[in-house]
């Protein structure tokens, strides 16, 4: 969606997608809006409510079977196995896409790591396509007047035309750009506490092979899976940046994270977007 500055701020319902690397501030941002009148309509949330639910369910009750004393429980029905998501908390979607690596350290083997990413991937665009019912559903039974999609970190990897039209159809598409200051930070962070990422599997099979080298791993199940996390990060950081700037360049909008970081309110966040179209 493209509009002019003062087709912005005169639009009565506005909705709005958040495109940035994890760790840009998106969330941080659309929890600065009054809960009030806008809502917050979260990718990752929906993956994991809705699209993953069960196989993350199944994922956490195979390694809690795998325990003679819940084992005896969970089969004679006398627990049941729940996962608690939230839009803070997603350590379940995290945990259920797992790293690639050594079994004995809590590794997934390349297949069953394929398997989920694949997973992930329909859940994400799936999330995404549900973008424009949700906003409909905002306003007709909660009568929000503005909608704010805080879209996953991973959604320009998803290679779905269907996805990114669709946004920018009913949404102003806006990109929270990462300055070189603040990436150091962000690679740092990944690096001290690596978590489980999606990849396009083009990607990953490049990355791996040109790792399992680097490190003479004759496999991916005999590499630690934080090792590879930790040295991949920063590639994968470097080759979303490009993409993520495309979508911008086509489809929306830009604003710099030191800006973000200064918003404070709905007023501050409306003139920021306000400025990134009047550019």
Known sequence: MKM?????????????TLLAMSGAGK????????????????????????YLKEPILDNIKRHAISVPFL?????????????KITVDNLAAVSSFLGKL????MGGLSL???????????????????????????????????????????????????????TLAKHTLIIYIKIPPTLEQTIIERAKTDPKPLYYREAFLDEKLAEF?????????????????????????????IPRYEAIAAEYGYTV????????????????????????
Request: glycine letters at 4%; charged letters at 25%.
């Open 101 to 104: 690596g050594d079994p004995q």
């Open 27 to 50: 969330t941080t941002l659309a929890n600065k809006l009054p809960k009030a009148k806008w809502f917050h309509y979260s990718g990752d949330y929906r993956i994991g409510t809705k």
């Open 4 to 16: 002019s500055a003062e087709e912005f701020l005169a639009w009565q319902s506005k909705s709005i």
């Open 111 to 165: 297949a069953e790591f394929k398997r989920r990413q694949k997973l992930h991937h329909q859940a994400e665009v799936a999330a995404m396509m549900d973008v424009p019912d949700f906003i409909n559903k905002a306003e007709d039974i909660y009568g929000y007047k503005h909608f704010i999609n805080d879209a996953g970190g991973s959604v320009c990897e998803l290679d779905n035309i269907d996805v990114l039209e």
């Open 71 to 83: 084992r005896e429980l969970l089969l004679s029905d006398s627990i049941y196995v729940s996962s």
């Open 256 to 279: 710099d994270a030191n800006d973000v970081s200064a918003v404070t309110c709905e007023e501050d966040f409306i003139q920021l977007v306000a400025n990134a179209l009047a550019k």
């Open 212 to 240: 399992l080298h680097l490190k003479s791993y004759n496999s991916s199940e005999l590499m630690p899976p934080d090792e590879f996390v930790t040295w991949v990060f920063p590639e994968l950081f470097k080759s979303r």
